[in-house]
């Protein structure tokens, strides 16, 4: 199975809810963790993938272009004269892994841009008839986001696997307990998880991964009793 991961933006939490979802798919099988285009790290530096196998143990990791710059992967390429992601070699990969699960992590949002003629994760996962993950924030604006990503997705005729909450802070506020219900509303179905404030820091990250996603991600998370607990 290939499951995509993307967010409303960078820093939303993508790499920390890749590695909750590799470290509980470890329990049952093999897991890869692909990052197509990793940008603002130099080739001496640990990248997005070494934060994965940091937090979630022994996955396989293929990474395909790095660039220094911290921008999209197409200005990056542009500014750093490297060469664009050949999605041919990514396609290729992804199909040839012998991984019981393999998952795709993103750069930036949805629409972020690999190379010139406009190759976006969107495109990827619709090529794979993969499912999309959306990692999503808590805080005021996320609506927004999150709506512009999911009607993205659906234009496009990508599947939508669900919602994570990248971070939940332990004492939200009104606008994060109100945005629970309403994030649920713009993806029709229950959030599939929500990671504590502080999950990357926790000293036994396989747990806090087990109780922050649902059944259908390999964890224990209760949407419903979640909500019950916050919806103001
Ligand atoms: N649940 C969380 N609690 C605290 N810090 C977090 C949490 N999730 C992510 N972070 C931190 O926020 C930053 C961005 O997270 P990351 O997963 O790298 O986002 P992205 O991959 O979307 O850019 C990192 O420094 C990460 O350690
Ligand atoms: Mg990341």
Sequence with gaps: MVLFVTGTSTDVGKTVVTAALAALGLERGSVAVVKPGQTGVAADEPGDLAEVVRLAGPVSTHELVRYPSALSPAAAARLDGRPVLDPATLYELLLGLPDDLVLVEGAGGLLVRFDEDG?????????LRARVLVVVGP??????????????????????????LG?????????????LRDLEMLAARPLLGALPLGAPAAPDFRAVARASLAPQLGGSWD??????????
């Design 223 to 232: 949407a419903k009793a979640f909500r019950a607990r916050w919806d103001p």
């Design 139 to 164: 805080h005021l604006g996320t609506l927004n986001h999150t709506a512009l990503t999911l009607e993205a997705l659906a234009h496009r005729g990508v599947g939508l696997e669900g919602l994570v």
């Design 167 to 179: 971070s939940w802070p332990s004492h939200p506020g009104l606008a994060e307990r109100s945005n």
């Design 119 to 127: 190759l976006t994760l969107a495109d990827m996962a619709r090529a």
